[in-house]
C-alpha cells in the first residue's frame, strides 16, 4: 500500500527488469500481478510497455532483418520514405487503429502524390496498393515476434482503391517479323527469342553459352542480370526451369556465338569488351524498331505475353505454359487461356444444339397448322 492510498504491484520480468502497476484497489494490482507471473511460468511475457515502440524505430529493425530481391527493395524504399514513414513515423505501434490505415489510404488516393510544380494530387490506385502492402508487411512482422510487439495488424481488412482493368497487348504475327526487321544483331535475336519462349527481360540479358544445350535445343534459366549485375539464381524456384527453343533461333544464337567462350554471355554488346547488356541501350533499339516498323508503341514486356498467347493458340497444355513462363501459380498463366481456341466448344455446342431443337419444334409447328 502506497501512502497516497494506491496500492502497487511489482513483478520482474525476464533479465531482472521491474514492472509495476498502480490503482486504489488492492484487487485490481494483485490480479495484474498474478497474470503477469502465470505468463512468466508459461513462457508468455511480454512487456507491456513494448508497443509504445515507434513505427521509426520499428521499421530500422524490421528492414535490416528483411529479404527480398533488389529490385523488390528498391520499390519498397521509395513507397516507404515517400508515403509511410512521412506519415507514422513517430506514431507507437499500439496507438495505429484500422480506421486510421483506412483514412491514410483514402488521403493517399485523393492528394498523396505531387505535381510537377509541387502541388498535390490524386495518387494512382497501383501506387497506393504497393504502399500498403509494404506497411501492412512491417505491421505483420511486428505480431509474428516473439513476444509479439502488437497483438493485431491493424491493416487488415482496411478497404483498397479498385485497381484499373488490365488490358493486355499483343503483337500479331505481322507486327513481329516487322519489329524483327528493323532490330540488329544481337537484339534481333534477343527478341526472337522472347517472342517464342516469353523469357523475361533479365533471362534474356543474363543467358550463358554454359546453360545452352545446343543439341537438344533447351536452355536452362538460372543466371539473371540484375540492376547490381549478374545473379546466379533467378527470382523464385519456378524461374528456374528447363524449356525448349524453336531451331531457327537456336541456329541464331549459333552464330551470335561463333569464335567466342562457350560459357559467356550469349547476348553481348557488338562492340566493345564483352558485356551484360545495358536495358537503356536495348530500349532505345526497341523504341526506334517498332516506330520505323509502323507498330504502335508497346513494352518489351509484350513478347512475353504474346508468347503465351501463341503457346495457348496452338494448344499447348495450360500446365505446360506455366512451367515455360515461370509463373508461381497457375492463376497467373490461366489469364491466357482464353486464347485457347477449344476453350468456349461447350458452350458453342450447347448453343448449336438449342437453335437445332428450336427449329425442328418450329418446322413440326408448322406442318401441324391447316394451309
Same mark, same amino acid.
Request: hydrophobic letters at 35%; a positive charge; glycine letters at 6%.
Given at each position: 500500500?502506497?501512502?497516497?492510498?494506491?496500492?502497487?504491484?511489482? @513483478?520482474?520480468?525476464?533479465?531482472?527488469?521491474?514492472?509495476? %502497476?498502480?490503482?486504489?484497489?488492492?484487487?485490481? #494490482?494483485?490480479?495484474?500481478? =498474478? /497474470?503477469?507471473?502465470?505468463?512468466?511460468?508459461?513462457?508468455?511475457?511480454?512487456?507491456?510497455?513494448?508497443?509504445?515502440?515507434?513505427?521509426?524505430?520499428?521499421? *530500422?529493425?524490421?528492414?535490416?532483418?528483411?529479404?527480398?530481391?533488389?529490385?523488390?527493395?528498391?520499390?519498397?524504399?521509395?513507397?516507404?520514405?515517400? &508515403?509511410?514513414?512521412?506519415?507514422?513515423? *513517430?506514431?507507437?505501434?499500439?496507438?495505429?487503429?484500422? $480506421?486510421?490505415?483506412?483514412?491514410?489510404?483514402?488521403?493517399?488516393?485523393?492528394?498523396?502524390?505531387?505535381?510537377?510544380?509541387?502541388?498535390?494530387?490524386?495518387?494512382?490506385?497501383?501506387?497506393?496498393?504497393?504502399? &500498403?502492402? @509494404?506497411?501492412?508487411?512491417?505491421?505483420?512482422?511486428?505480431? %509474428?515476434?516473439? !513476444?509479439?510487439?502488437?497483438?493485431?495488424? !491493424?491493416?487488415?481488412?482496411?478497404?483498397?482503391?479498385?485497381?484499373?482493368?488490365? %488490358?493486355?497487348? +499483343?503483337?500479331?504475327?505481322?507486327?513481329?517479323?516487322?519489329?524483327?526487321?528493323?532490330?540488329?544483331?544481337? +537484339?534481333?535475336?534477343?527478341?526472337?527469342?522472347?517472342?517464342?519462349?516469353?523469357?523475361?527481360?533479365?533471362?534474356?540479358?543474363?543467358?550463358?553459352?554454359?546453360?545452352?544445350?545446343?543439341?537438344?535445343?533447351?536452355? /536452362?534459366?538460372?543466371? #539473371?542480370?540484375?540492376?547490381?549485375?549478374?545473379?546466379?539464381?533467378?527470382?523464385? =524456384?519456378?524461374?528456374?526451369?528447363?524449356?525448349?527453343?524453336?531451331?531457327?533461333? $537456336?541456329?541464331?544464337?549459333?552464330?551470335? $556465338?561463333?569464335?567466342?567462350?562457350?560459357?559467356?554471355?550469349?547476348?553481348?554488346?557488338?562492340?566493345?569488351?564483352?558485356?551484360?547488356?545495358? +536495358?537503356?541501350?536495348? &530500349?532505345?533499339?526497341?523504341?526506334?524498331?517498332?516506330?520505323?516498323?509502323?507498330?504502335? +508503341?508497346?513494352?518489351?514486356?509484350?513478347?512475353?505475353?504474346?508468347?503465351?498467347?501463341?503457346?495457348?493458340? $496452338?494448344?499447348?497444355?495450360?500446365?505446360?505454359?506455366?512451367?515455360?513462363?515461370?509463373? /508461381?501459380?497457375? %492463376?497467373?498463366?490461366?489469364?491466357?487461356?482464353?486464347?485457347?481456341?477449344?476453350?468456349?466448344?461447350?458452350?458453342?455446342?450447347?448453343?448449336?444444339?438449342?437453335?437445332?431443337?428450336?427449329?425442328?419444334?418450329? *418446322?413440326?409447328?408448322?406442318?401441324?397448322?391447316?394451309?
Amino acid at each position: 500500500r502506497r501512502i497516497a492510498g494506491l496500492h502497487q504491484a511489482t @513483478v520482474r520480468g525476464p533479465g531482472g527488469k521491474r514492472y509495476s %502497476k498502480t490503482d486504489k484497489v488492492r484487487r485490481v #494490482v494483485k490480479h495484474w500481478a =498474478e /497474470e503477469k507471473e502465470a505468463e512468466l511460468r508459461r513462457g508468455e511475457w511480454r512487456d507491456p510497455r513494448i508497443g509504445r515502440i515507434t513505427v521509426g524505430e520499428w521499421h *530500422d529493425r524490421w528492414w535490416a532483418a528483411r529479404v527480398v530481391a533488389d529490385s523488390t527493395a528498391e520499390r519498397d524504399r521509395k513507397n516507404l520514405d515517400r &508515403y509511410v514513414l512521412r506519415f507514422w513515423r *513517430d506514431r507507437p505501434l499500439d496507438s495505429i487503429t484500422r $480506421m486510421e490505415v483506412e483514412g491514410w489510404v483514402k488521403r493517399l488516393s485523393r492528394n498523396g502524390g505531387r505535381s510537377r510544380d509541387g502541388r498535390a494530387r490524386p495518387l494512382g490506385a497501383p501506387t497506393v496498393h504497393l504502399a &500498403y502492402m @509494404v506497411f501492412s508487411a512491417m505491421l505483420r512482422a511486428a505480431t %509474428k515476434e516473439y !513476444p509479439p510487439i502488437i497483438m493485431n495488424n !491493424p491493416c487488415d481488412d482496411v478497404t483498397l482503391p479498385a485497381l484499373p482493368a488490365k %488490358k493486355r497487348r +499483343y503483337f500479331t504475327d505481322a507486327e513481329q517479323a516487322r519489329i524483327l526487321e528493323h532490330l540488329v544483331e544481337p +537484339y534481333r535475336t534477343l527478341v526472337e527469342l522472347s517472342q517464342w519462349s516469353g523469357l523475361r527481360w533479365e533471362e534474356l540479358a543474363g543467358l550463358h553459352g554454359s546453360d545452352v544445350d545446343w543439341l537438344r535445343e533447351l536452355i /536452362e534459366i538460372r543466371w #539473371v542480370l540484375t540492376l547490381q549485375g549478374l545473379r546466379p539464381y533467378p527470382k523464385s =524456384e519456378d524461374s528456374e526451369r528447363i524449356i525448349p527453343v524453336p531451331t531457327h533461333v $537456336m541456329q541464331a544464337m549459333a552464330r551470335l $556465338m561463333e569464335g567466342r567462350d562457350p560459357s559467356a554471355l550469349v547476348f553481348v554488346p557488338i562492340y566493345g569488351p564483352e558485356r551484360p547488356l545495358k +536495358y537503356n541501350t536495348f &530500349y532505345w533499339h526497341w523504341a526506334r524498331a517498332l516506330e520505323e516498323a509502323g507498330v504502335p +508503341y508497346a513494352p518489351p514486356h509484350t513478347n512475353r505475353h504474346t508468347a503465351a498467347s501463341r503457346l495457348v493458340q $496452338m494448344g499447348v497444355p495450360i500446365i505446360q505454359v506455366q512451367h515455360i513462363l515461370g509463373h /508461381e501459380s497457375i %492463376k497467373t498463366t490461366e489469364q491466357y487461356s482464353h486464347h485457347d481456341p477449344a476453350a468456349n466448344e461447350d458452350v458453342k455446342k450447347a448453343w448449336k444444339r438449342r437453335l437445332e431443337d428450336a427449329r425442328r419444334t418450329s *418446322d413440326a409447328r408448322s406442318s401441324e397448322s391447316p394451309g
